[in-house]
């Protein structure tokens, strides 16, 4: 004769059983709803290059920018720019990483033909060639050597006569937030700088604070 079924065990096995795939069915819901909202959160995160500012302003930019190009600069034009280089908007939010933007500061100061003088003989400026490739048995020669090319071609430099000088660009930046290449065109009394933010949280973006 065939064993019975105990009723009372199928009774609570049953129940039991169900328990279980429902838990399993809604965590797998759960979590293949987490990752959908992550994947449509990341897609809208628009990765190209936004421009946020432009200005005349020298006090903004020694000021809020923390870039000290001397007494002498009468005049100015920068640009403000930033790029979103989030990869998961959720994470970033939760730990926000310096990487997580790029704040791009370029443009020129122009200072007096007298402050131009005093910085020539107060620094060893290197003249910089467009068309001479980088040092590759130098790394950080190389580096610098990449920076100034890349720079001379996005600014459209190349007809300009440049000089370089790493102490003077140290100077320059060093309470700002931004670490890149300036380059001094001392025919015009004219500085170009190409600089890139060492982390977001330490920028200061002035027509967001209000002046």
């Given at each position: 004769m065939?064993?019975?079924?105990?009723?009372?065990r199928k009774k609570?096995?049953?129940?039991?059983?169900?328990?279980?795939?429902?838990?399993?069915?809604?965590?797998?819901?759960?979590i293949a709803g987490f990752l959908i909202s992550l994947k449509v959160a990341d897609s809208t995160i628009d990765h190209s290059e936004k421009h946020l500012l432009t200005s005349l302003d020298c006090y903004?930019?020694?000021?809020?920018?923390?870039?000290?190009?001397?007494?002498?600069a009468i005049a100015c034009k920068w640009d403000l720019r930033?790029?979103?280089?989030?990869?998961?908007?959720?994470?970033?939010?939760?730990?926000?990483?310096?990487?997580?933007?790029?704040?791009?500061?370029?443009?020129?100061?122009?200072?007096?033909?007298?402050?131009?003088?005093?910085?020539?003989?107060?620094?060893?400026?290197?003249?910089v060639k467009p068309d001479?490739?980088?040092?590759?048995?130098?790394?950080?020669?190389?580096?610098?050597?990449?920076q100034q090319l890349e720079m001379i071609d996005t600014m459209e430099l190349k007809d300009r006569t440049l000089l370089y000088s790493e102490a003077f660009g140290n100077k320059a930046t060093q309470e700002s937030p931004y670490a890149g290449i300036i380059l001094f065109d001392a025919e015009h009394n004219r500085?170009?700088?190409?600089l890139r933010s060492l982390d977001w949280r330490e920028v200061t973006v002035p027509y967001l604070k209000g002046k």
């Open positions: 065939a064993a019975q079924t105990d009723p009372i609570n096995l049953s129940p039991l059983l169900v328990s279980v795939i429902a838990f399993l069915a809604l965590s797998f819901l759960g903004e930019l020694t000021g809020w920018n923390k870039l000290s190009f001397g007494p002498d930033r790029k979103d280089n989030r990869e998961h908007v959720i994470l970033s939010v939760l730990a926000p990483s310096p990487a997580d933007f790029d704040y791009t500061i370029s443009g020129y100061v122009i200072v007096t033909e007298d402050g131009t003088k005093n910085l020539l003989s107060e620094y060893d400026w290197q003249p001479e490739p980088a040092d590759a048995s130098a790394a950080d020669a190389d580096n610098i050597r990449k500085f170009y700088f190409h």
